[in-house]
């Protein structure tokens, strides 16, 4: 089992800026709530933008939209749209998340939202961030510590205060019958609650679509062939990933 899911994150590469304006609120505001997966409402973001000739900065309002319980977020950019869940405040619902169901709730917001605003895509991205059971050790002596200390001889039996890993590899998924070239980055590393001296290992995870292929060739349900696609490789990290914190 998943000892604490964070946040889950879809999202995609977009064609254009949907810009805000009363029309779009009403109308995307009630195709959201229709899926009933959570009730949102709408939020105003605004970003710094920097002109050039001018050397000034202006603020540009975003569409957006917040959950009523404050953990789930929609936010548009000028070339990005991302679904955002947290649970990190949900104690009791967080060790218990279906991690493949959420996911496919919150691509069924991303697809909605792609399909209503007419927009096109080049790439694709995953994002979930997993913590591992408590650590009552020096993570030195976790598996996660082990395979690090492994490879410098100085840091064995030493305590360790800090560590971090990273990797990267290319993988291949089909989407819509088309093969594409997926990055699958693992960054780990410890993380510690000062509150109560828990230890416990941190996974952000983030699979997406390689940057080199910038034409816009997804359309809004190429979501669903992306997330069927890397399905098995989340299925394979995760429990890698938990047996990290064992000895």
Known sequence: MIAKVITLQVSAFIDKRVEPS????????????NLKYKEFMPSIRNTQNLNI??????????LGFVSADKYGQILFNDNRLDVIMTYNDLEAVSDKIDIDAEASSLSKLLQLLLQSCD???????????????PINKNIANTQ?????????????????FDCVSRANV??????????????????LNEAFNRENDEKRIHCHLDINTIPENTEFRFSFSDY????????????????NFEELSNE
Do not use: C, W
């Open 22 to 33: 009363s029309d779009k609120f009403s109308t995307l505001l009630q195709q959201i709530n």
């Open 53 to 62: 000739d001018t050397g000034l900065f202006s603020l540009v309002p975003n």
């Open 119 to 133: 927009l096109k895509a080049n790439r694709f991205a995953y994002n979930a961030d997993i913590l591992s059971n």
């Open 144 to 160: 996660f510590g082990k395979n690090l200390v492994e490879m410098l001889s100085f840091y064995k039996e030493k305590e360790l």
């Open 170 to 187: 290319h993988s291949e998924i089909e989407i819509n019958n088309n093969k594409e070239i997926i990055n699958v980055i693992t960054e």
């Open 224 to 239: 669903e062939y992306f997330l069927n696609g890397i399905k098995k490789i989340v299925s394979e990290i995760i429990p």
